[in-house]
C-alpha cells in the first residue's frame, strides 16, 4: 500500500497541497521530508507522538527524515489565542534544544540510505542580519495574508508582538533552506500549523524553488472533549523524570473506549487487520481492555524500552497479588504507589497499620479499617493482615521504606516513608 493511502486510512491527513501530485511525487523515490518540533520546554509530551511516528512510518515507507528541533523558533514561540509567550533565556533554550533532539533520535533510524539527519534553524536564521531578513525574505510575504490567520486575528484587539508576528516568516524560511540544503520537498506538521505550512510551500515558489509539498495531520482529541495528553490535570510527557514509564502506561491503558480505535490507528505500527480485531474486541469485550492493554504495551516498550515496559507490567500485576513484589525496581514500585495514590508518611510518627490504611485513603475510618481486617479484607505486601492496630514494621518496608496497601482485590495505595 502506498503510504499516503495508509495514513489516510488511519485518519493521519487532514490537509495537504494536491494529494494525487503528492501521492506522484512519493511514487518517484528517494524524496526528503522535513517535521519540526519547537523547544518549548526539556521535554516533548504524547501530542508530540503523533509527528514522531509518522516521521517514523514515511522513513519506513522509504522517504529520508530531517526532523528539525527549532534554536531559532524556540526563542520566539508560536503565537497564542491569548496572550504573549514569555521569551525564555538564549541559555534555557538551547539546553531544551539538546534534550528534545535526543528525544526524537529513537524514533527515526539514522543510518541507511535514507538516514535521519538532526537539523536546527538556529544554524541558517543565526546568521542573518535584520536588513538581510527584511529585504530577502521579508519582501515575499503579504502582510494582509498574515493578518488573515486565524491565531492573529484572535491577538488583534488584546495585541501582538512583531516578534510573534514573524515567527510565520521564520518557519517558511526554514522549508525553503532545507530544500536547498537538503532537497528537502515535503513537510508536514500537526493541523494547528496549516497556515504556516501552506506559507512556506508558497515561500518556496516565490523564490523560484520547487515545487514542494505539504500536508498536516488532526490534533488528537478526547471523545469527551477534555484534552488529550492530559492525566490528572498533568501533562504526560515522554521524559521519564517527568511522567513514570508506570503512569504513561496507565494514561494509555486507562484510554476510553470510544477513543482507542482512532488512538490505534495514530500510534500502532499494527497492520491494518490487526487494528481491525482489536476495534473489534473493544465492542465485542469492552470488560477485557485487550486494545487498550495492546496500545499501552506496544507505546511504552517505544518510548521507554522493552525493560522498563516488562516492570511496569509485572508492577501492574504484582501490586494486585498476582505476582512477587520483590521482582520490581524502587523505581518501578514507588511510581506505580504515586499513581495509585501513596501518602508520604515520617519515621518518627508511623501509627498502626489500621490508622495507615485510613490515611492512605482506602476507608473512611480506623473503625472501617479494623471492620476489613476483621474480615480478611486487608493486605500488607499481599500478606493478609491480622492485627489492625499492630505496628508497620522495618521488616514489612519494601527497600528499606515502601509498603503496599491493599484492600480486597482491586483497591491499592501504599504508604512512602520519608
Not at 526563542?75 to 531544551?96: A, H, Y
Not at 500510534?267 to 486494545?291: G, M, N, W
Not at 475510618?365 to 499492630?390: F, I, L, M, P, Q
Request: hydrophobic share 40%.
Amino acid at each position: 500500500m502506498n503510504i499516503l493511502d495508509d495514513l489516510q486510512w488511519r485518519g493521519l491527513i487532514q490537509d495537504s497541497t494536491d494529494i494525487d501530485a503528492l501521492r506522484a511525487h512519493i511514487d518517484e523515490g528517494h524524496r526528503t521530508f522535513y517535521v519540526g518540533f519547537d523547544p518549548t520546554g526539556q521535554s516533548l509530551h504524547v501530542g508530540h507522538l503523533t509527528q514522531a511516528l509518522t516521521a517514523r512510518r514515511l522513513q519506513r515507507a522509504g522517504l529520508r527524515p530531517l526532523l528539525l528541533v527549532g534554536g531559532a523558533t524556540g526563542l520566539i514561540g508560536d503565537p497564542r489565542e491569548t496572550s504573549e509567550r514569555q521569551l525564555n533565556p538564549r541559555e534555557t533554550v538551547e539546553g531544551w534544544v539538546a534534550d528534545i533532539q535526543e528525544q526524537v533520535r529513537p524514533y527515526v533510524d539514522l543510518t541507511g540510505d535514507n538516514a535521519a539527519t538532526l537539523v536546527n534553524n538556529a544554524d541558517w536564521t543565526g546568521e542573518l542580519t535584520a536588513l538581510d531578513f527584511l529585504r530577502d525574505i521579508g519582501k515575499h510575504f503579504s502582510v494582509n495574508r498574515m493578518l488573515a490567520r486565524e491565531v492573529v486575528k484572535a491577538r488583534l484587539e488584546s495585541g501582538i508582538s512583531f516578534t510573534e508576528f514573524s515567527y510565520q516568516i521564520i518557519q517558511s524560511n526554514d522549508y525553503y533552506e532545507l530544500h536547498k540544503r537538503h532537497n528537502c520537498t515535503i513537510q508536514f506538521g500537526g493541523s494547528d500549523q496549516w497556515g504556516n505550512i501552506a506559507s512556506g510551500v508558497d515561500y518556496v515558489r516565490r523564490r523560484g524553488a520547487g515545487p514542494v509539498h505539504a500536508f498536516v495531520t488532526p490534533l488528537v482529541t478526547k471523545a469527551d472533549g477534555t484534552k488529550f495528553g492530559k492525566s490528572e490535570g498533568e501533562a504526560v510527557w515522554l521524559d521519564s523524570s517527568l511522567t513514570s514509564p508506570y503512569a504513561f502506561y496507565q494514561f494509555w491503558f486507562n484510554t476510553a473506549d470510544e477513543d482507542i480505535a482512532k488512538y490505534l490507528r495514530y500510534f500502532s505500527f499494527r497492520d491494518h487487520d490487526e487494528i481491525l480485531e482489536l476495534e473489534k474486541a473493544t465492542v465485542d469485550r469492552p470488560a477485557a481492555r485487550a486494545a487498550q492493554r495492546a496500545l499501552a504495551e506496544e507505546l511504552t516498550a517505544l518510548v521507554h524500552g522493552a525493560n522498563e515496559c516488562a516492570q511496569v507490567i509485572a508492577a501492574s500485576q504484582a501490586l494486585f497479588g498476582r505476582g512477587e513484589l520483590g521482582t520490581l525496581s524502587e523505581a518501578t514500585l514507588e511510581a506505580a504507589l504515586r499513581e495509585a495514590g501513596a501518602v508520604e508518611v515520617d519515621r518518627n510518627d508511623v501509627s498502626g497499620i489500621a490508622a495507615l490504611f485510613k490515611e492512605s485513603g482506602l476507608v473512611k475510618s480506623v473503625s472501617e479499617a479494623r471492620r476489613t481486617v476483621t474480615e480478611g479484607g486487608a493486605y500488607v505486601n499481599n500478606v493478609r493482615v491480622e492485627d489492625a492496630d499492630g505496628p508497620l514494621t522495618d521488616e514489612q518496608l519494601l527497600f528499606g521504606r515502601i509498603a503496599v496497601l491493599r484492600r480486597g482485590r482491586k483497591n491499592i495505595s501504599g504508604v512512602i516513608m520519608r
